[in-house]
């Protein structure tokens, strides 16, 4: 079932908040060990806040998301409940307070099946740097299914939760969503609060949706959009109905074709489907039009700066003082030594290394500073784009999901997988992620539809009409044995 299903069930009284969340937790059990989808699963919670659920409705209240059980990514934070970041750091972190989304979620009847894994610290394409092991691709369990939120795309890949949410900072949705073949949206920076959600790159980080379809994304952004005071990067803007966008045609609609998107290295088989689902928009009515972005080469590159520096800074508190691992040592700095050595991963060591040497007195303005420069001109790219087109069509990945341990080895690569979504994290715009086909290897392919700033509606509608008209949502995969 979907979000919309599952509630129309429950509504009506055909199945309970605690059959179910009954249901889920027997999935889970058929093939979590498997997948390995999740950090902590949360059965006896799941079943309290069922059973209030049921409560609620019987007294003639109908929340938005009634028993619904939900997959959260293991960084952002529940109260009274581990949230590890997948780090052996905080292995045995329990936060004394809940993150905004998760408070939301729950205003409105959610059940929280079980916390996802990730790359540690939301630091990875393939969720194998997690401190609790690789998650595997449901598709095909030698493949990755992307990352960092990986857990919570394979998670909604294979059935074990009707919906999850993640988190984005240059990838971390749509990414998995297209390896796993669900939808995936990261919202405007600024749209959907980041209270409670620890951080990676404070400027690039954005909480979003994975769902099974693009209604389910639009009912799901209805609840955790709006203004929050307890986060200052929360943008004081109306939130509209999302799911009013739904079903309105396209026809006239403009859409802009990046040319270079579609470029050397880019998988035959991923173009070939993504050029396709371009077709189709092109016959419910849309407008295609190739335009140019052309400081797109230099984002990577920009990224692994800006994104590592704010790491080097964000990660300085995890130093075995306050909370999280402690390491003792010989004093005080051999403490924070040995904490951080045996706390942290490689990957994470990796980019705080990055990040530190990029802030590092003489090297700054050389790095960081031409970094955030370069940040500005790929925002200016997006702003020219949209005076002439209403949306940016894109591949979601260069490639299919790839095998685990294929990257591992030679970070560049790893790095490289992010090379279509990284520069909506730079601009801060919205971007979805949807399926649009299948390699010869039965390898979900994705299709990325790029907004302007705070204009998730027409995201919405390109997306649901270019749903609609095809079934690759409607595609599962059948677990190997």
């Known amino acids: 079932m979907n979000i919309e299903e599952a509630r129309s069930a429950v509504i009506r009284g055909e199945i309970s908040p605690v059959e179910l969340a009954g249901a889920v937790f027997e999935r889970i059990g058929a093939v979590e060990e498997k997948i390995g989808s999740y950090v902590s699963v949360r059965k006896e919670h799941a079943l309290s806040q069922a059973k209030q659920a049921e409560d609620s409705i019987r007294s003639g209240d109908t929340p938005a998301l009634p028993g619904i059980p939900i997959a959260v990514k293991d960084n952002i934070c529940t109260k009274g409940i581990k949230t590890t970041c997948s780090s052996r750091i905080l292995e045995n972190f329990i936060p004394p307070y809940e993150s905004t989304v998760t408070q939301r979620l729950g205003e409105q009847g959610y059940v929280l099946a079980g916390k996802t894994n990730l790359d540690e610290f939301a630091m990875g394409s393939s969720t194998e740097n997690s401190f609790f092991g690789r998650t595997k691709n449901p598709w095909d369990l030698q493949r990755v299914p992307g990352g960092s939120s990986g857990g ?242 894109t591949p979601t990945t260069p490639t299919p999901a790839f095998r685990a341990g294929e990257k591992t080895a030679d970070p560049l690569q790893m790095y490289l997988s992010d090379i279509f979504t990284i520069s909506v994290n730079l601009a801060g715009v919205p971007a979805i992620s949807i399926p649009c086909g299948f390699t010869s290897a039965n390898l979900p392919v994705g299709l990325q539809i790029i907004g302007r700033h705070f204009d998730e509606e027409s995201v919405f509608r390109a997306a649901y009409a270019y749903e609609q008209a095809t079934g690759w949502h409607r595609m599962r995969p059948r677990l190997q044995e």
């Open 152 to 393: 919570s795309a394979a998670a909604v890949a294979a059935d074990e939760c009707i919906a999850a949410i993640g988190s984005d900072t240059g990838g971390s949705i749509r990414q998995p969503a297209a390896f796993c073949g669900v939808v995936g949206l990261k919202p405007t920076y600024g749209r959907v609060s980041r209270y409670g959600l620890v951080a990676f790159a404070s400027s690039l980080d954005q909480i979003g949706p994975v769902t099974k379809t693009v209604r389910d994304s639009a009912i799901l952004m209805n609840v955790i959009s709006g203004h929050d005071p307890l986060d200052s990067t929360s943008a004081a803007v109306d939130t509209p109905d999302f799911t009013s966008a739904l079903g309105r045609d396209i026809n006239g609609m403009k859409i802009g074709i990046p040319k270079e998107y579609f470029i050397e290295g880019l998988d035959g088989e991923v173009a070939g489907a993504v050029k396709e689902a371009i077709k189709q928009l092109e016959t419910l009515g849309a407008v295609a039009v190739e335009i140019s972005l052309p400081h797109t080469e230099y984002a990577v590159a920009a990224y692994y700066i800006l994104a590592t520096s704010e790491a080097s800074s964000n990660l300085a508190r995890y130093d075995g003082v306050k909370y999280g691992l402690r390491v003792e040592g010989d004093d005080l700095i051999d403490m924070y030594m040995k904490t951080r050595d045996e706390g942290f991963g490689p990957e994470v060591k990796r980019r705080i290394i990055l990040g530190t040497y990029a802030l590092s007195s003489g090297y700054y303005d050389a790095y960081y500073r031409k970094a955030q420069q370069v940040r500005t001109l790929i925002s200016r790219d997006f702003r020219k784009a949209f005076e002439t087109v209403d949306l940016v069509v």
